[in-house]
T-cell receptor, first 116, second 111 residues
Framework: GAGVSQSPRYKVAKRGQDVALRCDPISGHVSLFWYQQALGQGPEFLTY????????KSGLPSDRFFAERPEGSVSTLKIQRTQQEDSAVYLCASSLVVRGEYNEQFFGPGTRLTVL | KQEVTQIPAALSVPEGENLVLNCSFT??????LQWFRQDPGKGLTSLLL?????REQTSGRLNASLDKSSGRSTLYIAASQPGDSATYLC??????????FGGGTRVLVKP
């Protein structure tokens, strides 16, 4: 595909359920990022991968959040025992160059998670 | 900790008027700054990327300036159109690879 894709686009979960959100980055992009966007706010960084290595997970709000990218391509963000405050849009982005000047990040359409 | 602020939070203009969107950041040690557009219920579309060594970037009716020393960037959109209605976000990349975003400016261009 030409861009970053995410699935599902919408997810409704009951409080306490586990959810898994998928991101397919642009082919060949080394870096992959997850962001969380609450309603009416700008996105906030969650975690970052370079190939399969998770280099920064400082933005994950709790140990209920877990992300992986086992083969350096597709990534999954898992949220265990969801809470209402987890309701947000989860955005995935990828970029081609890790270091150097050109580090433009390309974003997917997001997954809107609603926890009831 | 880097903080990014966008003022105003919302802006309404008549069609044809030029738009001026402001972004400020607290730590001037950035690698680049990116402007995005977000339509309701959609992801982010990258508009312009300005490297820290650059002063401005232009694409069509869009022009973005960067003054790193004062921690400011401005996005100008000339001759606004109703299709320009969206939320505009700025984000800076500093140490590490993550982007730090502002809260966005919600723009409405009235026909």
């Amino acid at each position: 595909g030409a861009g970053v894709s995410q699935s599902p686009r919408y997810k409704v979960a009951k409080r306490g359920q586990d959810v898994a959100l998928r991101c397919d980055p642009i082919s060949g992009h080394v870096s992959l990022f997850w962001y969380q966007q609450a309603l009416g706010q700008g996105p906030e960084f969650l975690t970052y991968f370079q190939n399969e290595a998770q280099l920064d997970k400082s933005g994950l709000p709790s140990d209920r959040f877990f992300a992986e990218r086992p083969e350096g391509s597709v990534s999954t963000l898992k949220i265990q025992r969801t809470q209402q405050e987890d309701s947000a849009v989860y955005l995935c982005a990828s970029s081609l160059v890790v270091r150097g000047e050109y580090n433009e990040q390309f974003f997917g359409p997001g997954t809107r998670l609603t926890v009831l | 900790k880097q903080e990014v602020t966008q003022i105003p939070a919302a802006l309404s203009v008549p069609e044809g008027e030029n738009l001026v969107l402001n972004c400020s950041f607290t730590d001037s040690a950035i690698y680049n700054l990116q402007w995005f557009r977000q339509d309701p219920g959609k992801g982010l579309t990258s508009l312009l990327l300005i490297q820290s060594s650059q002063r401005e970037q232009t694409s069509g009716r869009l022009n973005a300036s960067l003054d790193k020393s004062s921690g400011r960037s401005t996005l100008y959109i000339a001759a606004s159109q109703p299709g320009d209605s969206a939320t505009y976000l700025c984000a800076v990349r500093a140490a590490g690879n993550k982007l730090t975003f502002g809260g966005g400016t919600r723009v409405l261009v009235k026909p």
